[in-house]
């Protein structure tokens, strides 16, 4: 039975990032997110792998590595849309240069 809560627990915190994924893709705008909070989240869903790993959990092992995917995705995302918005910021400023 307590693997089945830690089951439970391990699709629920796989669930809770896709809406900041969904949003961050939508708007395309960095700022929404707070990149030391991600690279925190990132490190520590390693030592949950390595949690999972050593004391021989599943739910734990597959946790992390499910939100170390989705925490890796919003740091790319997050690199990604501030480069474009650099870019486009750029633009606009030659334009209104000239």
């Not at 499910?66 to 919003?74: A, Y």
Request: glycine share 6%.
């Amino acid at each position: 039975m307590t693997t089945a809560f830690g089951w439970i627990a391990s699709i629920i915190s796989l669930v809770y990032k896709l809406p900041q994924i969904y949003l961050l893709y939508r708007n395309k705008k960095h700022e929404s997110i707070s990149l030391v909070s991600i690279c925190i989240q990132t490190v520590s869903y390693l030592f949950y792998i390595v949690h999972g790993i050593y004391i021989n959990d599943d739910p734990i092992f597959y946790m992390g590595i499910g939100n170390m995917i989705q925490s890796c995705c919003l740091i790319c995302m997050y690199f990604v849309y501030r480069k474009a918005s650099q870019s486009v910021s750029e633009s606009e400023l030659t334009t209104v240069g000239t």
